[in-house]
């Protein structure tokens, strides 16, 4: 399936947030992939990204690349320590995560043709 390839392993995505007064706030990161149906990715050193996660842990999340365009909105899980942090430190090269993000995936939109995708 192409939204799998799209958030395969070392995949770039555009991850926004919004912050405290509302604006949207945009990083590029890299995905580490699927496990156990959500979205694995590392967080390094993205500060603001954390913060505003901290208070409002939703996401909308675009890939990016040869492999398609999706969009992707969903709930964040944020681990310091267990599974899937050492999981994210382990498919991670530096700067290593100091957080390990699990996303769920609510919704997905296939951009190319406007479609909601069932997982």
Avoid: W
């Avoid at 694995?40 to 050193?45: D, F, K, R, Y």
């Avoid at 942090?85 to 190319?112: G, I, Q, T």
């Amino acid at each position: 399936m192409a939204f799998q390839e799209a958030v395969s392993h070392k995949e770039l995505l555009v991850v926004s947030t919004v912050t405290k007064d509302g604006k949207p706030h945009s990083n590029i990161m890299v995905s580490l992939g699927l496990v156990d149906g959500k979205l694995l990715i590392g967080l390094c050193i993205q500060n603001i990204t954390f913060e505003n996660l901290l208070r409002e842990p939703t996401v909308c999340i675009v890939t990016s690349g040869d492999k398609g365009y999706f969009r992707i909105k969903g709930k964040v899980e944020m681990f310091e320590s267990g599974k899937y942090f050492d999981l994210a430190n382990s498919l991670s090269n530096p700067p290593m995560p100091k957080k390990a993000l699990l996303v769920s995936l609510d919704e997905v939109l296939d951009l190319d043709t406007g479609k909601v995708i069932t997982l």
